[in-house]
């Protein structure tokens, strides 16, 4: 089984997608360890599985479903209390740049 | 179509809001309007351990948006989450569906200006969920509201058959009316609960590959959309013709200067790290599921229409009118189905109807208007209780909720008819001036004119003029 290994860059796009900064070592230190991780992933490729529907949910479960009705939970004050900073009833983050998100 | 040598190609991605009681993944409602983060509850907020429902409702509604588009409905779906940080969503990634859309392989034919009907094919159609709001502060912050997060979307998604912006204003046109007769969402693009992306590229006349496509996300006007796709038209055909490349990129239309700024160079799709839902049971869809939602689905827009002109004897325009909303086709339905004669009914709510939500700035609904006391009004006009005159009278009261033959009884708003009634008072009137009589025979033809006014003076207006023209000529001709 050959090694997956995990590139430098990669790690960075990655982190970048996650909003994360990390400096020059952080990235070398992540590289290393994401790539260990991916390593011992790498066992599972021994498996033959070229038979095997690949797995979407772990429950037998389907058709687990809500009827369209509304509740209220009243939540509203909690979770602003619970938020780093709100007001008027709104949640207040840092700026955003325009133009990011979906 | 297109511009000097090139064709153009323009693909669109619609989002509906689907007006559900309660949102795709949370029972918090679905309300547009009401006070920041009202609706909302742990769901919504991405809280750790909460456990997600899918709603049936909305599934349910997406598969009314695929019967309509002629879409297959697929067996089998399972949700996936889509990666992306920003602050209008909390959770950090949207439940979609990227691999299993609810409906495939759709259509729907458009009616362009020169009156050619263009089919264009959708791609897929899937059930989403919306973002929440954010306000831009001059402050340094933006402010979030989730009030919208987790309402449930459609995303209809077509095929790159779509050749001018005009094709694309009619495909958008088309498709509003297609949703709304769904009965799915009202489609309100200022509320914005209709929204396009939109791609296009050029290519030369003749070539068979596409040119590289650009991206304009989140419209919220149909006509923004058609100024966007003209500009992006003419820039992308200036720089291909001078030789440059078009770049794979976002753009934003911006309307004051009615054209396009470049937002960002796309990311790769992978960039979402779609990966499949793991707290969302999958859902298997049944043809007697289908069935069941097939016949929940109201008639289209076009097989009223053709219903009205064919059954009723409704002008072809006047049944396009009709068809405007759900709301308006329905209340129409309704009033016919209660006994009004239907060219009298579509008379009214095209004219006094709409003229009265226009002038108090209200909505069918929000008037206190029945379809029963509409109908009720008409019968009284058909069977010659009331003058076409009193009923504007009567009309102004079933607006504000009255009872229409009560209300007219009420008023003394009754209209006589009777034979027997009208000849006692022609007999009193003509004994009573026999000068007019002789003016009339000299041919006088003012002497009518004060014949009945003595007339309606005497039936104090309630006389029917119709028939009491007709009597009193006779009844001259006698003398």
Known sequence: MSETTISKEEVAHVAHLAKLAFDDAELEQFTTQLGDILNIFDTLGEVDTTAVEPTYSVT????????????????????????????????KVPAILDGEGE | MGTGNFETTIGLEVHVEMQTNSKLMSPSPVHYGD???????????????????????????????????????????????????????????????????????????????????KRVRIKELHVEEDAGKNTHGTDGYSYVDLNRQGTPLIEIVSEADIASPEEAYAYLEQLRQTILFTGISEAKMQEGQMRADVNISLRPYGSDQYGTKVEMKNINSFNYVRNALYFEEKRQAEVLRAGGVIQQETRRYNEPTKSTILMRVKEGADDYRYFPEPDLAPVVIDQAWIDKVAAELPKSAAERQHDYVTN?????????????????????????????????????????????????QVELSETQLTPEHLAGMIRLIESGTISTKQAKQVFEAIMTGEEPEAFAKKH?????????????WITTVLDANPQSIEDFKGGKDRATGFLIGQLMKMSKGQANPGIMNKMLLEELAKR
């Open chain 2, 312 to 360: 009723l004897g409704i002008e072809p325009y006047d049944a396009e009118v009709l068809t405007q909303t759900l709301a308006m086709a329905n209340f129409y339905d309704a009033t016919v189905v209660a006994g009004a004669d239907a060219k009298r009914a579509a008379n009214y709510l095209i004219g006094d109807v709409n003229a009265y939500m226009n002038k108090h």
């Open chain 1, 60 to 91: 037998e479960n389907v058709n687990h479903l809500r009827q369209d009705v509304a509740e209220n939970w009243h939540q509203k004050q909690a979770l602003l209390d619970n938020a780093p900073e709100s007001a008027a009833g709104l949640i």
């Open chain 2, 35 to 117: 006070e920041p983060n009202e609706n909302t509850n742990v769901i919504d907020f991405g809280y750790p351990g909460v456990l997600p429902v899918a709603n049936k409702g909305a599934l349910e509604f997406g598969m009314r948006a695929a019967l309509a588009l002629h879409a297959t409905v697929s067996p089998f779906i399972r949700w996936d989450r889509k990666n992306y940080f920003y602050p209008d969503n909390p959770k950090a990634y949207q439940t979609t569906q990227s691999q299993t859309p609810l409906g495939t392989n759709g259509y729907l034919d458009v009616q362009l200006e020169d009156g050619c009907v």
């Open chain 2, 412 to 424: 003394g708003l009754v209209q006589i008819s009777d034979p027997a009634v009208l000849l006692e």
